[in-house]
């Protein structure tokens, strides 16, 4: 495999140029971030189901806005994106446009309809709108399935940055990187199990200020020290391009035009289907509040995505001076590329307090977007699968305990599988997001804007998305893991690859579900007055879902 797909496909763990060494002023930084994030959650700690899922519905736009932003700008966006740029250039555009292109969709089609629809959960809609236990099942799993694929790539980049700010310490059987994902990912599981989804809401928000003012900060004094930039490095660092090579800036160097195509077009949907994003409008008191921190979100977002381009040939241009050739073979390894944002720091000989304040934004960005994964999951389990399908009567101390003990379960499935990752952050996440695209997307959009949608539609077209996914998965993914890397089908990797599966996933799973919805009944009136109801322009009061409205407070059972 070649280009950015073979990109994608290598793993090293150790990055070369990075001081991997005990820093104790950076130590003492990451060290208070930490704690400060623990206290946090033992602050704002949850006692009951409302705050644990959706923070009582009580958080405003610009709140909301910032936990979005941080929320959203994962290890992935904050490391993976410059990583991707610097490894394969041209490419790696693509998630800057997919990964931003996706809050429009969500703004104008679904973040007012989705609050006031009014659940907890992305399942919880799922279930609820095709009348379905199955459905929700499904759903649930798909959502604990993305939350332990997105989670890799965040405990990758927390284990990466951990190395240069604590050293190769190596616990007891395992490497300096396997145990910084140990000591990271406790940090974040123990501070979760407390606060829930008000805690981490809490959390974000000042997740979010640190890491912007790392990125930002680290950008501006890099591209002025170097002589890159005086005023705006986000547009003057274009007259690097032309000594960076072509595969930095030739238009499909690194990759072919159709999966620069199928990648961007995964990352669109895949941003409309994902839970932890989903769940944010539902933690706001009004559909006119889900709007504005749509838009609040995105500004925060673009802060960082204008930015990652600069960092990326600052980076490169320094690692080509100081530590060897970027492309070809040996070249940058994906280890060291997933770390160019802190090692463009080093590189420029910036003090190591400030490089450490550039990796704790790192850190910062991973453990806010695991938080939201790890709620969205673990409410996947609790409320969706446990309380609605296992156990109906369950009360709300069993409800949060069982959520506690799958954000437990979470962490470590995640934590082992982070010690030997099968490609970078940013390919990681996009695994990810085929999946929410492929399976939960099309639920997402079909349910709020067709009201014919009904259950039997439902089913086959997430069964047949899951299937799609799974496909390129087993064809590209698993032969990292069991065999020699290369795909099993060289063509199935090409015009369908795992990294962009949505491209051919999406169009046919509309298609599946409109086609069985047609042949068979349609929804029951009731179904259809909430669907009408969440695109009313009257406004509903804080606690009120679009069901209460049709039904004055009646429930709507499940018919399989």
């Known amino acids: 495999m070649t280009g950015a797909a073979g990109v994608v496909l290598q793993s090293g763990l150790l990055p070369e140029g ?44 610009i709140e909301n806005g910032m936990a979005i932003g941080s929320n959203w700008m994962s290890a992935a966006s904050y490391l993976g994106m410059a990583a991707l740029i610097a490894l394969s250039g041209f490419y790696g555009l693509a998630f800057v446009v997919g990964w931003t292109t996706g809050y429009f969709i969500l703004l104008i089609f679904m973040a007012a309809q989705l609050r006031r629809f009014g659940k907890y959960t992305a399942p919880d809609f799922v279930g609820d709108r095709f009348n379905s236990d199955a459905a929700r099942a499904i759903a649930a799993v798909t959502t604990f399935l993305i939350g332990f694929v997105y989670a890799i790539g965040q405990a990758r980049g927390m284990g990466l940055v951990g190395l240069y700010i604590f050293g190769d310490i190596g616990l007891p059987g395992l490497s300096g990187y396997q145990s910084m994902v140990v000591f990271m990912m406790a940090i974040t599981v123990g501070y979760l199990t407390l606060s829930g989804m008000l805690g981490a809401t809490k959390n974000m928000a000042v997740q979010y200020v640190i890491l912007i003012s790392a990125f930002i900060l680290g950008l501006y004094v890099v591209g002025f020290t170097q002589g890159y930039s005086t005023v705006l490095p986000q547009l003057e660092y274009g007259m690097l391009i032309s000594e960076l090579g072509s595969e930095f800036s030739e238009p499909f160097v690194s990759g072919s035009y159709y999966l620069w195509i199928a990648t961007c077009f995964s990352l669109i949907v895949g941003t409309c289907g994902l839970p932890h994003v989903l769940v944010r409008f539902y933690t706001v008191e009004s559909e006119r509040t889900a709007r504005w921190s749509t838009v609040w979100g995105l500004f925060f977002i673009c802060l960082l995505y204008w930015s990652a381009p600069a960092f990326a040939a600052f980076g490169t241009d320094l690692f080509a001076e100081n530590v060897g050739a970027v492309y070809g073979d040996p070249g940058m390894s994906s280890a060291a590329g997933d770390v160019i944002v802190v090692l463009a720091a080093q590189l420029a000989e910036l003090p190591q307090w400030f490089v450490g304040l550039v990796a704790a934004g790192g850190i910062a960005a991973a453990i806010a977007t695991v938080a939201g994964l790890f709620i969205a999951g673990s409410s996947a389990i609790s409320h969706d699968i446990y309380t609605n399908i296992i156990n109906p009567d369950a009360t709300q101390r069993q409800q949060v305990m069982v959520g506690r003990l799958s954000i437990v379960a979470l962490g470590v499935l995640t934590t082992l599988a982070a010690l030997d990752p099968a490609a970078p952050i940013a390919a990681l996440v996009a695994y990810a997001f085929s999946l929410a695209g492929s399976v939960l997307f099309p639920m997402f959009f079909l349910g709020m804007w067709w009201e014919n949608t009904n259950r039997p539609g439902a089913l086959a077209g997430m069964l047949t998305g899951l299937g799609i996914w799974g496909i390129s998965m087993i064809n590209e993914v698993l032969p990292v893991y069991i065999s020699n890397g290369e795909p099993y089908v060289a063509a199935l990797a090409q015009w369908m690859p795992a990294i962009g599966s949505a491209l051919i996933a999406v169009p046919v799973v509309f298609a599946v579900t409109i086609s069985v919805s047609m042949m068979t009944d349609e929804p029951d009136l009731e179904t259809k007055r909430i669907v009408r109801q969440c695109h009313s322009p009257e406004p509903m009061s804080r606690q009120q879902t679009a069901e209460d409205v049709v039904t004055d407070g009646g429930e709507t059972p499940a018919d399989d």
């Not at 994030?37 to 009582?56: H, P």
Request: charged share 15%; proline share 2%; no cysteine.
């Open 18 to 61: 990075l001081n991997v060494s005990f820093k104790l002023g950076p130590a003492i930084l990451v060290l208070a971030m930490l704690l400060l994030f623990l206290a946090i959650g033992v602050v704002f700690r949850v006692a009951d189901t409302e705050d644990m899922w959706v923070a009582g519905r009580s958080i405003g736009n």
